[in-house]
């Protein structure tokens, strides 16, 4: 399997803080049956959390590198959890960001809790680039859980949705698990991630198994094993 977005990049965000802790993650992921991890670190414009492509490949490297080292037998590759925002288009062009293992692929991320405006235009603009946008979590946001048009809107203009596979399980509330089996059901949801942070948080893993009963339970087995079929055509 594939996970198409972790913060496993270590000293970049709120996720992994050391090597060690990036390696103790991976060994996790590995356990429950990931032999692909993509390493997505937010990348927010005006923030601390804005580490560009050339700083995450030296720190990619590195892990990279220790995995070998310590003949950890999983692969690493790199991309970005990228906020929304007007720059985004000339970031990815000046290779400042980087789409989802250097595919056509770029995982972005919306505001939580505010309103959404002027987004499609945003996301326009990125795919005029010749991107496939792919929205994180989409299930967490307020405007979305108030308003399943919005999600509804999105898809018929040809847009991705990644899920958290934590969600299924009411990891983020109740109303994320009703507008996540909505999506699941209209085959709404294109690929699945853990958004795994930091060690003391691995709640996905720990889960994993159930996790996995019950988005099949929603969708059947044929629709969970073509996500993952996306998930490992990424890499």
Avoid: C, W
């Avoid at 670190?41 to 590195?62: G, R, V």
């Avoid at 949801?189 to 988005?215: A, P, Q, S």
């Amino acid at each position: 399997m594939t996970d198409v977005h972790s913060h496993i990049l270590f000293g970049i965000d709120d996720g992994s803080r050391t090597i060690s802790e990036s390696i103790e993650l991976l060994k996790k992921l590995k356990s429950v049956g990931f032999n692909n991890v993509i390493l997505t670190p937010h990348f927010i414009l005006d923030s601390t959390y804005n580490s560009n492509y050339e700083a995450n490949i030296k720190i990619y490297n590195e892990l990279k590198e220790r995995l070998l080292n310590e003949n950890i037998d999983i692969n690493i590759y790199l991309g970005n959890e990228i906020f929304i925002d007007k720059n985004v288009p000339t970031l990815l062009e000046k290779n400042i960001i980087t789409s989802l293992n250097r595919t056509k692929y770029v995982l972005v991320e919306f505001p939580m809790h505010n309103k959404l405006l002027n987004i499609e235009d945003i996301l326009y603009e990125i795919r005029s680039k010749g991107y496939e946008v792919v929205i994180a979590h989409p299930e967490r946001y307020d405007a979305f859980k108030e308003d399943y048009s919005i999600v509804d809107t999105l898809r018929e203009d040809g847009f991705l949705f990644q899920s958290n596979y934590s969600s299924i399980l009411g990891y983020y509330g109740k109303d994320s698990i009703k507008l996540l089996k909505y999506m699941l059901k209209r085959h709404y949801i294109d690929f699945l991630g853990t958004d795994i942070h930091r060690i003391e948080k691995t709640y996905v893993i720990d889960n994993f198994k159930k996790i996995e009963k019950h988005i099949i339970k929603v969708t059947g087995s044929e629709y969970y094993n073509k996500i993952q079929l996306n998930n490992n055509k990424l890499v």
